[in-house]
């Protein structure tokens, strides 16, 4: 069963200090890993998507990097329009194919004081 | 523009009653989703759709039922069966040949 562990749950920064958010997961066969960020109340917006190991992506402060066992999401001088929950997510090779089904972690909810 | 829309953001239903909750895209993606998220939890699959006409069960489907008549439309029943409907429902899309699933809005459910 595939699965995806998010910490900390809660993380919170004053502005402009850097951290990372860590995204465990196991899986049989990654065929990509997602970063998504949510707002309270609504839905989830697309961040990056990674597909191997050693690859990273960055945008503007955020960059996501990836390993066979776990995804870090970067945070460099945060501001406070950076407070969000932040999602991992992971599809699964099945059989060749794939319906796209994502498994969710339970997201890390980041504050940035300024 | 192009996105996804869902309708209502805020729906309340008394326990008996079914409710459906509707999920429109205008970007021509094939494949549609159905999730649910609770507090504390991560996400969880309801139904999915890759084609019109088509549609497959996810993780947690018991309660819930679901059409694809057309390309743009995948609406959500909640029905009676569900016991604990309470939750934010999302809906998504994907095509154009990426991996990437695209959110709605969402909508708030309460049961009174």
């Known amino acids: 069963e595939d699965q995806v562990t998010q910490s900390p749950e809660a993380l919170r920064l004053q502005e402009g200090e850097s951290s990372s958010l860590n995204c465990s997961y196991t899986?049989?066969?990654?065929?990509?890993l997602f970063w998504y960020r949510q707002d309270p109340g609504k839905g989830p917006e697309f961040l990056f998507t990674?597909?191997?190991a050693g690859e990273e992506k960055e945008k503007e402060r955020l960059k996501a990097t990836l390993t066979k066992k776990e995804s870090f999401l970067h945070i460099t001088a945060p501001k406070p329009e950076d407070s969000a929950t932040y999602l991992c997510?992971?599809?699964?090779?099945?059989?060749?194919?794939?319906?796209?089904?994502?498994?969710f972690g339970q997201g890390t909810i980041l504050t940035v004081h300024p | 523009d192009g996105g996804i829309t869902q309708s209502p953001k805020y729906l309340f239903r008394k326990e008996g009653q079914n409710v459906t909750l509707s999920c429109e895209q205008n970007?021509?993606?094939?494949?549609m989703y159905w999730y649910r998220q609770d507090p504390g939890q991560g996400l969880r699959l309801i139904y999915y759709?890759?084609?019109?006409?088509?549609?497959q069960k996810g993780d947690i489907a018991e309660g819930y039922s679901v059409s694809r008549e057309k390309k743009e439309s995948f609406p959500l029943t909640v029905t009676s069966a569900q016991k604990n409907p309470t939750a934010f429902y999302l809906c998504?899309?994907?095509?154009?040949?990426?991996?990437?699933?695209?959110f709605g809005p969402g909508t708030r459910l309460t049961v009174l």
């Open positions: 899986v049989s066969g990654l065929r990509g």
């Open positions: 759709s890759q084609i019109v006409n088509d549609f």
């Open positions: 970007l021509n993606h094939d494949a």
């Open positions: 997510a992971v599809q699964a090779r099945a059989g060749g194919t794939s319906y796209g089904k994502l498994t």
């Open positions: 990674l597909y191997s």
């Open positions: 998504a899309s994907r095509g154009g040949g990426t991996d990437t699933q695209y």
